[in-house]
């Protein structure tokens, strides 16, 4: 369960802590983790005998890290307007302001969570539109060959067009029309392009004078 700790440059985050730590030797278990260390970082010097569990705890973590970096330190100081005892307060109260042991974030952890968020974007997105079309498509002349008309208009073919039933339709003095059905995927498929650059062009134009929509119905 998560343990949450503020300010811990004053008096009060320290109290807090010193009670937490009664007959505990570490913030979590029985061994130093990372749990530790942000806590450590949080506090800026041991507190000494006022809080006597935080004092041990301070002591056995700093003996420990002691151990893990054996160089020896020269010291670093820190510029700035602000006095450096008023500006390690500000800066402990900036980073440790309801302080979350567990809020450390593993590569493994994000890209789990990317992953949840993209399958939530996944799910929400719609499916593209499909809608339903009615086309008549008119031959030039009671001469024009209607079977081969239709083989060019279905010759048509791209990503989210599917052609459907068709027959033939007596418009008169001889002359029929093909009407046509077709579904199409809204995203994908332009029905004005289709006629403009791929029914009544080259070559397909031989055969085919103009097309019209009869209807057109979202499914």
Known sequence: MAVTFSN?????????????????????????????????????????DSFPNVSQWYNSVSSQLAASFP?????????????????AKTEAADDDDDLDLFGDETEEDKKAAEEREAAKKSAKKKESGKSSVLMDVKPWDDETDMKKLEEAVRSVEMPGLLWGASKLVAVGYG????QIMLTIVDDLVSVDTLIEEYLTTEPRN???????????NKI
């Open 71 to 87: 160089g020896k330190a020269v010291g670093v100081g820190f510029g700035g307007k602000a006095a450096p005892a008023e500006s």
């Open 8 to 48: 811990l440059h004053t008096e009060s985050g320290l109290k807090a802590l010193n009670d937490f730590l009664s007959g505990k030797s570490y913030i979590s278990g029985n061994k130093l983790t990372k749990d530790d260390i942000k806590v450590y970082a949080a506090v800026l010097k041991n507190p000494g």
């Open 206 to 216: 031989e055969y085919i004078q103009s097309c019209d929509i009869v209807a057109f």
């Open 175 to 178: 002359i029929k029309k093909l």
